[in-house]
């Protein structure tokens, strides 16, 4: 056989392939069926099934986590080495890593962030880590000279990298002064874009922070570059698998073939309210009351609620009532929009019936 039969062979091949594609999408039949057609079961009802789910071999499992825990005196000591600890893994990790922290990190300060929240903001992560590395040291020098430091600017007008310099800085004279940060979910949705990323690897470079993070994405690796690998975050990988459900972090996921119910709102609402702090929770309550108080209108204005909060000592200033506004805008408990007058106002995303019911969990 020769090339030109060969060739001609290759070409009738292709013809004929290409030729029954189109025979075959042209004669079939497209399904009239939807998507919002399919009788889906209520999420909460889904959850509350799932959470029913027992586990299995929790023998082994209870052994696989106390192999773990024994472990805790050498990840200490590779922390205090000023190496990070990164945790993966099939399994949630969350109760672990806490528990390694309320045991073994019990004489530094200890910053948590959540990376499976949808957003969250790491200037406010990267402020609360310098306050707290600047008591620490304000405490060692007090103790051992009984003299107070020089005072400090404050954290919350300073740029990030003024704020990343202070942490990083060799001017600290105190030994083995560090404050900890632990991310869980460095990979998760809202951590995952080339900023936030390189913003945790200038934190994990800085001498005064060690990090303790875990990933769950088979291709979380690929977030990181050399650089950010060897020379920032510096990783001392750990394998812990724990097979533990994934119950905290999928709660702020709804699921695929579920209906959102309000119900399922307000108890994921509730959960991240009661884990801020009380004055957090009683601004959170009037904005609650004015929506509830009036309808009618687009939100409460900033202005108002700061007068309101003010009256009621529930902030010393408008810094302040603008933290709690960050923390609740980072987990989606409140929204803003522009009013007819220009204002900027803001609402809470629920209906009033979920409303009332959410402000009765919380009193």
């Given at each position: 056989m020769d090339?030109?039969?060969?060739?001609?062979?290759?070409?009738?091949?292709?013809?004929?392939?290409?030729?029954?594609?189109?025979?075959?999408?042209?004669?079939?039949k497209k399904s009239a069926r939807k998507l919002s057609e399919i009788d889906l079961v209520d999420e909460e009802e889904l959850r509350e099934v799932a959470?029913?789910?027992?586990?299995?071999?929790?023998?082994?499992?209870?052994?696989?986590?106390?192999?773990?825990?024994?472990?805790?005196?050498?990840?200490?000591?590779?922390?205090?080495?000023?190496?990070a600890l990164l945790m993966y893994g099939f399994g949630s990790k969350k109760a672990l890593i806490e528990d390694f922290a309320s045991k073994s990190l019990t004489e530094y300060s200890v910053v948590v962030v959540n990376g499976y929240l949808q957003s969250i903001n790491l200037k406010q992560v990267v402020i609360t880590l310098a306050e707290l590395l600047w008591?620490?040291?304000?405490?060692?020098?007090?103790?051992?000279?009984g003299s107070l430091c020089k005072s400090q600017q404050p954290f919350n007008t300073r740029s990030i990298s003024d704020l990343l310099t202070f942490l990083?800085?060799?001017?600290?004279?105190?030994?083995e002064c560090f404050v900890c940060i632990l991310v869980h979910n460095i990979d998760g949705p809202g951590l995952r874009d080339s900023d936030s990323q390189q913003c945790l690897a200038?934190?994990?470079?800085?001498?005064?922070?060690?990090?303790?993070?875990?990933?769950?994405?088979?291709?979380?690796?690929?977030?990181?570059?050399?650089?950010?690998?060897?020379?920032?975050?510096?990783?001392?990988?750990?394998?812990?698998?724990?097979?533990a459900p994934y119950k905290v972090e999928s709660m702020f996921f709804p699921f695929i073939l579920a209906h959102g119910g309000s119900a399922q709102s307000v108890k994921t609402a509730s959960i991240v309210l009661q884990s801020l702090t009380p004055n957090a929770q009683n601004v959170f309550k009037v904005l609650a009351e004015h929506q509830l108080a009036h309808p009618d209108e687009e939100g409460m204005p900033i202005n108002n609620l700061y007068s309101t909060c003010r009256e009621r000592f529930l902030v010393s200033s408008q810094v302040t009532l603008n933290s709690h506004l960050t923390e609740f805008k980072d987990h989606e408990l409140i929204k803003t929009k522009r009013n007819s007058d220009g204002q900027d106002c803001l609402c809470i995303p629920l209906t009033n019936e979920a409303l009332q019911k959410l402000i009765a969990e919380i009193v």
């Open positions: 090339v030109d039969e060969i060739e001609e062979e290759e070409f009738g091949f292709s013809r004929n392939y290409f030729l029954a594609k189109e025979l075959g999408s042209s004669s079939r959470a029913s789910i027992e586990p299995k071999h929790e023998k082994e499992v209870n052994e696989l986590i106390s192999s773990y825990k024994s472990l805790y005196s050498k990840w200490l000591f590779v922390l205090r080495s000023g190496f008591d620490q040291v304000k405490l060692r020098q007090k103790t051992t000279s990083d800085s060799p001017d600290l004279e105190v030994e200038s934190i994990a470079a800085c001498s005064h922070v060690r990090m303790v993070a875990s990933i769950d994405h088979v291709n979380a690796p690929l977030l990181w570059d050399k650089k950010m690998v060897h020379t920032q975050f510096d990783w001392y990988w750990c394998h812990v698998p724990t097979f």
